[in-house]
């Protein structure tokens, strides 16, 4: 139930803050501020620390990505409290320039969420097959009545021809529907040659097996996307620190766990013209680098495994499908 009038307890709260702040010195401002920096630092490191230890077989799973959407929304609004805190700084150069490219990466971000999403309406309609199947070739085994000694009297009831062909089409849309784009119309036309069905790609081409429209378009890749959101996404340089009160690292910091959020779940879920070969160097200086550059790796070689290479998605549940 929403606070009645938090809103204006909000703004009296901030004007407190400011009023706090003018009192004191600037030494203790300048320590307040880089307090609230290196605070960022930790916080980020911890949390990619705590996504970084789990076992291999949860790792990618449902649970895993929900816990690395969360570690991105905490990190995201202790960044956007920074901002708040220093509105000053950010019309300054070369700030501005640094927020600018950072919104221009979150717009582009959105793209890939919106791919995401397809994806995950993708794997709800692979759900609807297996579901298909389940319900066609599940338990035949149907009670009957109970008879006078108590016993349940039970028979097994006959699978006609219909209801296997409606289980074998399901399971063959889902696998092709399971195949990259590029696989899927290669199976198409083995089934063509194979069933001799020359209607069978006009009824069931691609397109098709995209169960719903993307809502990017057919030209978009998700490997471009990524490409684009960690260009110039460098190191702030010494000078850059310094002009803007060591503002520059936040913003570098959280473009980097924009970049591995988006790259993460593009590696899990399926998404139009996936790759993962993206460009992506953080110093070891930083407190976060090695728990987010191991997490890169190992998801790497999940990728390279034999049975996960034609994959489209390393999410676990996929794998168990």
């Not at 609230?36 to 490191?45: D, M, N, W």
């Not at 139009?272 to 160097?281: A, P």
């Amino acid at each position: 139930m929403p606070v009645i009038g938090s809103a204006p307890l909000t703004n009296i709260g901030r004007s407190l803050l400011s009023q706090v702040h003018a009192m004191e010195s600037p030494n203790d401002v300048w320590a307040s501020h880089e307090l609230e920096l290196e605070s960022f630092q930790k916080h980020v490191a911890d949390r990619f620390h705590d996504l970084s230890f789990v076992p291999s077989d949860e790792l990618l799973s449902l649970q895993w990505v929900r816990k690395l959407l969360n570690v991105f929304i905490c990190c995201q609004e202790e960044f956007r409290v920074i901002l708040f805190n220093n509105k000053a700084q950010l019309t300054k150069p070369p700030m501005d320039r640094l927020i600018g490219d950072f919104y221009e990466r979150s717009v582009k971000a959105l793209d890939v969420c919106n791919a995401i999403r397809d994806g995950i309406e993708h794997i709800r309609q692979w759900q609807k097959l297996l579901e298909i199947v389940l319900c066609t070739l599940g338990d035949s085994k149907v009670n009957d009545n109970v008879n006078d000694n108590g016993n349940e009297n039970c028979f097994r009831r006959s699978l006609g021809e219909g209801q296997f062909r409606r289980a074998k089409k399901a399971l063959m849309d889902l696998a092709i529907m399971m195949l990259d784009e590029k696989d899927s119309v290669r199976a198409l036309a083995h089934l063509n040659r194979s069933f001799r069905r020359n209607n069978y790609s006009s009824n069931h081409s691609s397109g098709h097996f995209r169960s719903l429209s993307w809502s990017v378009s057919r030209s978009w890749s998700a490997a471009r996307q990524l490409q684009a959101i960690g260009n110039n996404l460098t190191v702030p340089r010494g000078n850059e620190v310094v002009a803007t009160n060591g503002l520059a690292i936040p913003v570098y910091t959280t473009g980097c766990v924009l970049l591995f959020v988006m790259w993460a779940l593009v590696a899990a879920i399926p998404c139009q013209d996936r790759g993962l070969q993206v460009h992506f160097y953080v110093p070891r200086q930083f407190p976060w680098a090695a728990p987010m550059l191991s997490l890169q790796d190992r998801i790497m070689e999940e990728s390279k495994k034999r049975d996960r290479r034609s994959s489209c998605g390393l999410l676990r549940e996929i794998y168990q499908v």
